[in-house]
């Protein structure tokens, strides 16, 4: 059985920090693009970063470039996100997901709060 | 600012057909597959529709996708109080840097 789950999210101050994790288990973690997605309070999703599997490509949209690493462990089966310089449109549910087109599977979230 | 711009409200009563365009452009519909989701506030999405028309293992085929130019829609048929939910349209678009954009979202709801 497939699982993501989400861990890391706080309330942060602006300008803060936080590092997200999401633990994976029962698919081969390493040969998967692997996404991270948001939810704002009344808002819909939107597209954060995504790594292929190899960690050879990172992209981000633009609204988190330059203030968020996306990361991962395969020797783990870990993806992280690390949230530099928080604004108050960060406040959001962060969604880890398996693929990159076709995200097949998701975690329940973790809630970040600047 | 969403890309992706789907009605912000569909609804049907039991048994009745709804349908959710997804209306984008040259640089995301118009080259590239468009996935569905739905999302029930709390849960995870989930994915519905993918490479513009298919449906993954689990998914009834009730839901269906098209696609046409720079246009695509979700058909839900025989509409069930369980089908209630938010649904997003999503592809990549390739305008300047390759980003994978969801649409503005619809609200089904089961009258």
């Known amino acids: 059985e497939v699982q993501l789950l989400e861990s890391g999210g706080n309330l942060a101050q602006p300008g803060g920090s936080l590092r997200l994790s999401c633990a994976v288990s029962?698919?081969?973690?390493?040969?998967?693009?692997m996404t991270w997605v948001r939810q704002a309070p009344g808002k819909g999703l939107e597209w954060v970063s995504a790594?292929?599997?190899?960690?050879?490509?990172?992209m981000y949209t633009d609204s988190v470039k330059g203030r968020f690493t996306i990361s991962r462990d395969n020797s783990q089966d870990m993806l992280y996100l690390q949230m530099n310089s928080l604004r108050a449109e960060d406040t959001a549910v962060y969604y880890c997901?398996?693929?990159?087109?076709?995200?097949?599977?998701w975690g329940q979230g973790t809630v970040v709060t600047v | 600012q969403s890309v992706l711009t789907q009605p912000p409200s569909a609804s049907g009563t039991p048994g009745q057909s709804v349908t959710i365009s997804c209306s984008g452009s040259?640089?995301?519909?118009?080259?590239?597959?468009v996935y569905w989701y739905q999302h029930l506030p709390g849960t995870a999405p989930k994915l519905l529709i993918y490479?513009?028309?298919q449906r993954p293992s689990g998914v009834p085929d009730r839901f269906s996708g098209s696609k046409s130019g720079t246009s695509a829609s979700l058909a839900i048929n025989g509409l069930r109080s369980e089908d209630e939910a938010d649904y997003y349209c999503?592809?990549?678009?390739?305008?300047?840097?390759?980003?994978?954009?969801f649409g503005t979202g619809t609200k089904v709801t089961v009258l």
């Open positions: 997901a398996q693929g990159r087109g076709s995200l097949a599977y």
């Open positions: 040259s640089s995301n519909i118009g080259i590239n597959f």
């Open positions: 029962g698919f081969n973690f390493s040969n998967y693009v």
């Open positions: 999503a592809a990549w678009d390739d305008s300047l840097n390759a980003v994978y954009v």
């Open positions: 790594i292929s599997g190899p960690s050879d490509t990172t």
């Open positions: 490479k513009n028309n």
